[in-house]
T-cell receptor, first 108, second 115 residues
Framework: SQQGEEDPQALSIQEGENATMNCSYK?????LQWYRQNSGRGLVHLIL?????REKHSGRLRVTLDTSKKSSSLLITASRAADTASYFC????????FGTGTRLQVFP | EAQVTQNPRYLITVTGKKLTVTCSQN?????MSWYRQDPGLGLRQIYY???????DKGDVPEGYKVSRKEKRNFPLILESPSPNQTSLYFC??????????????FGQGTRLTVV
């Protein structure tokens, strides 16, 4: 059962631009997490936002959560070529369920 | 260094030949899980374990078995692999199921091909 769905599926931008990815989900959650995956590698945890939080920052990452709309967004500011990867949201209900991901390509 | 170790990284096998993918974590995590990743389908949970001797089915458990005899190890067993189990597999662990403070640590993945 897919809980989170990311939008867009793919995103191409130039270095220095901001990248925004969105995640929508279906049921109530304990928290929502974002992960990054370089091609074919393991996922790496980026940030966790609890259900009672609305916004969280970590370096160039900004995450928002709107539980009334059951949606979250991940903003990467001043993107770099090294940010090229797939990004997944994961919702924690009674288990961690991942979306299908957004493939981000950052061109130098 | 905190890590989740999967072996092997790559495996090609024939239909019906039993295989085991090992997973070990050194963080004393209670919760461990297995996912498979297929193009367009994201990560789907196969099995999870909340602690030693406690395992439960995820979303796609058919054709797989797991065991949790020790806290650090959570092997994935394919008793009779079939070509539709060709996929990229990930093991993950966390302190909890993800609620509260939990964040998941992932292994590097096992790319399995069943011919």
């Amino acid at each position: 059962s897919q809980q989170g769905e990311e939008d867009p599926q793919a995103l191409s931008i130039q270095e220095g631009e901001n990248a925004t990815m969105n995640c929508s989900y279906k049921t109530s959650i304990n928290n929502l997490q974002w992960y990054r995956q370089n091609s074919g590698r393991g996922l790496v945890h980026l940030i966790l936002i609890r259900s009672n939080e609305r916004e969280k920052h970590s370096g160039r990452l900004r995450v928002t959560l709107d539980t009334s709309k059951k949606s979250s967004s991940l903003l990467i500011t001043a993107s770099r070529a090294a940010d090229t990867a797939s990004y997944f949201c994961a919702t924690d209900t009674d288990k961690l369920i991942f979306g299908t991901g957004t493939r981000l390509q950052v061109f130098p | 260094e905190a890590q989740v170790t999967q072996n092997p990284r790559y495996l090609i096998t024939v239909t019906g030949k039993k295989l085991t993918v090992t997973c070990s974590q050194n963080m004393n995590h209670e919760y461990m899980s297995w996912y498979r990743q297929d193009p367009g389908l994201g990560l789907r949970q196969i099995y999870y374990s909340m602690n030693v001797e406690v395992t439960d089915k995820g979303d796609v458990p058919e054709g797989y078995k797991v065991s949790r005899k020790e806290k650090r190890n959570f092997p994935l067993i394919l008793e009779s692999p079939s070509p539709n189990q060709t996929s990229l597999y990930f093991c993950a662990s966390s302190f909890s199921r993800g609620s509260g403070q939990g964040k998941a640590f992932f292994g590097q993945g096992t790319r399995l091909t069943v011919v």
